[in-house]
């Protein structure tokens, strides 16, 4: 039980990669506080991982505070809530810009600036933030998403230098395709455009992957509790890509 007496917020904790991290990191013996919209997917999460959910709207300012008010202290700060909409740059109107950036880079750095100066003052943190391999390269028609992701690396890196010797450490980890409902929505959006069928479509989004598979979020919560183990500390402003060499094509 490594993470003994720790704990730890992850934002997006009620589905997906966010829950898959909340029960690594339960296991590894960290209280877990969940945060999302769905009250629903939250308190399922709570009760699997013997946890806390907080409804939060991180696209509203206000209501981010508000869970940042009640959260208390947070040793571990997950940065996981996200959205992925694709559109040519044409289509991609100011509120598809500003909704993506606002959720995928600005919340995730007001989240961390309020949280990680505690961590600082106890003289340990970690914070994971999901970011994805859209972080560290182009894809077609997500210049919004993809801005966002670079945003979220960028202020990894920057913040590790700010940090380096606090006992805090920030990582960015960049997933390539992984199998959960943002996925779903992708594979049902290209069969819908494309006039395939829906395992076609998701072939496509394997092809991607040299390995000609989607990453499963436990994968991706393996690396996050590895980040946050002390022997970890070594790694820092780093962004991990967990996409079965993806990036490499
Ligand atoms: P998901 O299943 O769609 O989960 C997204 C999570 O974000 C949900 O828990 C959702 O909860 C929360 N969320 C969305 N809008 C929110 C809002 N306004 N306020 C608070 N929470 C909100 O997606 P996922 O695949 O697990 O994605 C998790 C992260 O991994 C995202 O940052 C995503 O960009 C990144 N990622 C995913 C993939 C992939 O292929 N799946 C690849 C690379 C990176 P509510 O809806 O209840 O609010």
């Not at 040519?88 to 880079?105: F, G, N, Q, V, Y």
């Not at 049902?188 to 069928?197: D, V």
Request: glycine share 10%.
């Amino acid at each position: 039980m490594q993470l003994e007496g720790k704990r730890a917020l992850v934002t997006g904790g009620g589905r997906g990669i966010g829950q898959a991290i909340a029960q690594a990191l339960a296991r590894a013996g960290a209280q877990v506080v969940v945060c999302g919209r769905s009250v629903r997917d939250l308190s399922a999460v709570a009760a699997q991982v013997g946890g806390t959910a907080i409804e939060a709207d991180l696209l509203d300012r206000k209501s981010t505070d508000a869970m940042l008010a009640t959260v208390g202290r947070v040793d571990i700060l997950v940065n996981n809530a996200g959205i992925a909409e694709s559109a040519p740059l044409e289509k991609t109107s100011d509120e598809l810009w500003d909704r993506i950036i606002e959720l995928d880079a600005t919340a995730p750095f007001r989240i961390a600036r309020a949280l990680v100066p505690g961590m600082v003052e106890r003289g340990w943190g970690r914070v994971v933030n999901i970011a994805s391999n859209a972080g560290v390269s182009g894809y077609g028609y997500t210049a919004a998403y993809c801005a966002a992701k670079h945003a979220m690396v960028g202020f990894t890196r920057a913040l590790a230098i700010d940090l380096a010797r606090t006992g805090v450490t920030i990582n960015a980890l960049c997933p390539g395709w992984v199998e959960t409902a943002m996925a779903k929505e992708a594979v049902s959006r290209i069969a819908a455009k494309t006039k395939r069928s829906e395992a076609e479509a998701k072939q496509t989004l394997e092809a991607m992957s040299p390995q000609r598979r989607m990453i499963q979020p436990q994968e991706v919560a393996h690396t996050a509790l590895m980040l946050c183990s002390d022997d970890a500390r070594g790694i820092h402003g780093q962004t991990i890509i967990i996409d079965g060499g993806a990036i490499l094509k």
